[in-house]
């Protein structure tokens, strides 16, 4: 919310921020497009929890938990802002001209004194994100998520053994993150848009088949926002709190705005200004937060509406987890409902993988040098397959845990910085000068 005042209510501005997302900056120095940041941004922020977690979260604390998802989504757009800024901002070069950028460099570039010295505390900054996001990035980004992939398969197809599942998955991210960057920025600007595609599209169908039960589903969804009425008998007690506690907490789970995850790939769009590619940034959360999960709150909703059956099972605690009520919710698409679910979650688990292994190199890059990336990578792929071999449950909360530390040096930073930031908002976006080129050297990185 502050810095929605501080960058003057920079959520006005998506229309002019999803034009930008698809226009080429040619002549600006960087290493992949601005779509291409997007869509390798999408690729890790798109993930189980734009289909299970909204379920968990309407579930755990009913169908309000739906609109402070949304509300911290429309919020969120302008932290992602504010992030991506300060990360382009402070950018770096390395010695082959790559782009290496995030809070750790925005941290050890935004803070120095006159001399020309960052200061301890902006260094331990600096240090305590690119740690806590490298580890991050073997939980959530690798193991839980070839974990999820693992369970979707052996449910429907029981007689995959695990390990060949496992292995599979280390063939298929091993020759894309092997690639480097521009590899998995090729991958995801096609695979982003076709699977969120895919998926919106089974979401309008079955919204299209339940057409009667929209407008009660989102009548239902706003007041239980606001009262303290349980859902649907109140199974676990949905009353306001609750719905407030995880409707936030998914919300931010699933668009990552504060993480500081996203403005890493940011750094290595090619932009004129740190302002252009901020504004395509924050796009990522609308379309995550407030588009994908208002989708899939919508189409769980209006399901349990319609199906008094599910609301028993419910209500009787039979159904505890998200999957199971997404799994309802799309066999009503007869025959392909199922599938699409299943290759819906598949791609977005492996998409997740793509996105915060590249998180992860340059995080370790930071700390370590190049000299570390192939280690990382070859460990990322095994922890890949410890998860899909079943060692996935036991990282969701070391995850958790990394996540909010690496979320706390990055909102330090941004709150820092957030009186810059409004300043070159303001000259950028709100003075008509987005097509002025930031003439400031981009300084060489020391080689590790």
Known sequence: IFLTFRTGFIQR???????????KDPDAPGDISQFGALCTALSATIGTGNIVGVGTAIIAGGPGAVFWMWITGVFGIATKYS?????????VKDHNGNMLGGAMYAWKRGFVDKAGNTPWWAMLGAGAFALFAAIASF??????????????????????????????IVIMVSVVIFGGVKVISNVCEKLVPFMA??????????????WELVWPALCLIVESAFTAKAAFGGALGSG?????????????????????????????AATRNPAR?????????????VVICLLTGLVLVSTMLGNADLQAEIMAGNITAGAALSSAAFAEIPYIGTPILIFGMILFAYSTILGWSYYGNRCVTYLFGKRAIRP????????????????????????????ALMAIPNIIMVLLLSGLIARETRHYV???????????PIPQLDSK
């Open 197 to 210: 595609l895919a998926y919106i599209w089974g979401c309008v169908v079955i919204l299209g088949m339940n």
């Open 430 to 440: 709100y003075e008509g000068n987005l097509e002025e080129r930031d003439e400031t």
């Open 277 to 289: 590619q901020a504004l395509v940034s924050m796009t990522g959360t609308f379309w995550d937060t």
């Open 240 to 268: 306001l709190m609750l719905a407030l506690q995880f409707g936030c907490a998914r919300g931010l789970f699933s668009n990552e705005s504060g993480l500081g995850s996203a403005p890493i790939v940011a750094s290595a």
């Open 13 to 23: 501005k998506l229309p002019t921020a999803i034009k930008l997302s698809v226009t």
């Open 139 to 168: 939980g959530i980004g690798s193991a839980v998520q070839s974990s999820a992939m693992t369970e979707v398969i052996s449910t429907n197809l029981p007689g995959v053994p695990a390990w060949g599942i496992g292995l599979a």
């Open 376 to 403: 990382y990578q070859m460990l990322y792929v095994l922890v890949a397959f410890l998860g899909a071999i079943g060692v996935g449950d036991v990282v969701w909360t070391v995850s958790d845990i990394t996540n």
């Open 83 to 91: 992030e991506t800024f300060a990360a382009v901002k402070y950018r």
